[in-house]
């Protein structure tokens, strides 16, 4: 059955009624308008535990929607909760600066290890998993979706077609060979698709903020989410620290001008997250004097960045096409999900907006305030709904492809700069 189709008969919307009635004591269900993410959410409504992922894929074949309690107070104790664990993250990773450390990352970790690592004499002073179960729920099913579809008015064409036009085929050569062989390895190392194909976003694109943007369009579990961003935080580390004096083996001895540049998007490719290239291209002014590597690394990051306009249609498509092969095919306007629209139609009016003399107060709100601290809220939601059992259910071969993923794109990037500049 393709996403997006109508619910099922008559026997489906009774075990709705009864899914419900048990997690909300409501007898009436609302349904959502993001049916793209009807897999994940049942899982977490129908088990009460984030742990129970089997339960969640069986119950997956009814086709359950989303639902919005009529309770609302009972959202509020897993919202809540999500955006205090966001809050101190994001204070850490303020604290840690200049460190290349971002606060969605750290909110993960904090929210994982909130649900895993709090000693018992202390969890009765904190609500239990079953209470913060229904506010966890809707920030995955609301709360992210929104702030992936706000990431799209910080994304141009001008960034585009402007100062990156220079490094433009570099960046689209090395994205490809990261969006098709990475999901392609991941088959051969029987990696599940929805794992590779997140692996090849957050490698290939911009990191975490791809991971996230992609994950709800695929229905991917906690577990692979998880296992995508640690993929992120590991390989992107290295690259940071590596790249730098290993771009300036390779290309400082050539001409100061030429070299600069190839250093620049080699940095700009070879990374994952963007706080990791800022960082590495900051590390690289300061060891080396060299200001127009830097300047050329923001902006391939951004030309990268931008890209994701792109890659996320296409790795929705090729998933899902793989995972409904045999079963006649999927629908373009069913299988990329709404916010994905969304994010695409945001990111055009960004872009109309740059033309004509920049975005205005409403899209630079949506941009710098909803979106990154949306994204942050989802990330300490995944994390406080994310067990310790799940993790260590999931293939650990992901770090393995990651790590491979990381140096073709970088291998990539290394090659192009030397022939493109």
Known sequence: MMLGTPLVGARAHSLTSLVIKKAFSVSVPLRSPLPHLQNSFTGLVSSRSFSASSKSSSLSKGSLPPFVPKNVASLIPGVATSAVVWTVGSAIANGLQPL????????????????NLVPKHVRKFVPSTDALDPGLAFVKAWILPVGIACVGTKLSLKDVTGSGAAGLPVVAAAMGVGLVCVPQLGRALRIPPRLAALVAVGTSVCGVTAVMALSPAIAATEAEVALAVANVVLW?????????????????????????????IVLGLGIHDTAQVMGAALAYKQAYGDETAMNTAVVTKMCRNAMLAGALPFLVLTTKGAAMSGRGGISISKAVPPFVWAFLSLSALRSASDAMGGPGGLLTWLGGTVAPNFLGISMAGLGLSTSMKVVRSANPTSLLLGGIGAALVGGTALVGASVAV
């Open 236 to 264: 992107g580390t290295v690259g940071m620290l590596a790249y730098p004096p290993l771009v300036r083996a390779i290309f400082g001895t050539e001409d100061e001008e030429k070299a600069s540049k190839r250093c620049g």
């Open 100 to 115: 290349p450390i971002t606060g969605v990352p750290l909110a993960l970790g904090l929210g994982f290890a909130c649900r």
